[in-house]
């Protein structure tokens, strides 16, 4: 059984920072494309930052370039979110999506172009 599973959440103040780790366990990924989620209460799941197979791709969502980098590491099987200078509208729950389908693409940036979820990690950044 496939499972993703995400750490790292919790509580930080405005300027902060933290490292959200998703780690893969039930089969490898590390030639899967891998993404990073985030849905805020009251709104949709959207799209984070993407990595293709071996992290030689990344892809973000516009608005958090320069705050948000994504990285992995395929020995660990394990696909990290650094987060800095956090605001208060980075409050939301983060998940984790690995993909097992062949693509073409590097990078996917859409929730069906995903095939596992993890269950996902809070984090909410105080003012």
């Known amino acids: 059984q496939v499972q993703l599973i995400e750490s790292g959440g919790g509580l930080v103040q405005a300027g902060g920072s933290l490292r959200l780790s998703c780690t893969a366990s039930?089969?490898?990924?590390?030639?899967?494309?891998m993404g990073w989620f985030r849905q805020a209460p009251g709104k949709e799941r959207e799209f984070v930052a993407g990595i293709s197979w071996n992290g030689g791709s990344t892809n973000y969502a516009d608005s958090l370039k320069g705050r948000f980098t994504i990285s992995r590491d395929n020995a660990k099987n394990t696909v990290y979110l650094q987060m800095n200078n956090l605001k208060p509208e980075d409050t939301a729950v983060y998940y984790c999506?690995?993909?097992?389908?062949?693509?073409?693409?590097?990078?996917?940036?859409?929730?069906?172009?995903?095939?596992?979820w993890g269950q996902g990690t809070q984090v909410t950044v105080s003012s």
């Open positions: 999506a690995a993909r097992s389908r062949s693509t073409v693409l590097l990078v996917v940036t859409t929730e069906g172009g995903y095939d596992h």
């Open positions: 039930g089969r490898t990924f590390s030639n899967s494309a």
